[in-house]
């Protein structure tokens, strides 16, 4: 397995600014064990790859920390989106 820790799943969702992903998965393929971040809220359904796990009990143990991360690091995603959009209202217009 690959181990990630927080700073490194918080700067994978944060890299895709116009996303807000809402779930966390993981993908049984043969032998591999792959966990992903989801939106399920578009009608895209994007997702990106978190890693892999070693096996099913792994991928639920990770599952449970990216999830329990999650609203964490999109809370902080919303103020910062809150933010932005509060001083571009108060830039003059031209």
Known sequence: MNQVNYKQFQTRIEYWEKIFFTSIIYSKYGADFEI???D???NAKSRIFICYADNEAEAHRLVDQ???WLPKINAG???LHSA???EEAQLPHE
Do not use: W
């Open 84 to 86: 932005r959009q509060r």
């Open 40 to 42: 399920e809220n578009s």
């Open 77 to 79: 995603r919303k103020r």
């Open 66 to 68: 990216f999830s329990a």
């Open 36 to 38: 992903y971040a989801i």
